[in-house]
Nanobody, 119 residues
Framework: QVQLVESGGGLVQPGGSLRLSCAAS????????IGWFRQAPGLEREGVSC????????SYADSVKGRFAISRDNAKNTTFLQMKSLKPEDTAVYYC????????????WGQGTQVTVSS
């Protein structure tokens, strides 16, 4: 059974940092592109970052470039999203998925983890 479980969200002040984790089971992450998405209240789900399976290259939405870093630990079947210099507009539920950028292209979603940036 394919399963993705996100964790690491929470309440953080503007300028703070969080590291999100996404643990996969039922398949090997190293065979897939892995994307992080987020959805804020009233807005559509959007892609935030992507890491490719073949060469490990990464890409980011302009809104998070330079502040977020995606990585993966294939031995632990886990991917991470390190977030720093957080802004209130980063507040959203964050999801990992076995695809990048287009939510319609995702077959499996985790349950998400809430990130709230507020003073």
């Amino acid at each position: 059974q394919v399963q993705l479980v996100e964790s690491g969200g929470g309440l953080v002040q503007p300028g703070g940092s969080l590291r999100l984790s996404c643990a996969a089971s039922g398949f090997s992450l190293d065979n897939y592109f892995i994307g992080w998405f987020r959805q804020a209240p009233g807005l559509e789900r959007e892609g935030v970052s992507c890491t490719l399976s073949n060469d490990g290259s990464t890409s980011y939405a302009d809104s998070v470039k330079g502040r977020f870093a995606i990585s993966r630990d294939n031995a632990k079947n886990t991917t991470f999203l390190q977030m720093k210099s957080l802004k209130p507009e980063d507040t959203a539920v964050y999801y990992c998925a076995t695809a990048c950028w287009d939510p319609l292209g995702v077959d499996y979603w985790g349950q998400g983890t809430q990130v709230t940036v507020s003073s």
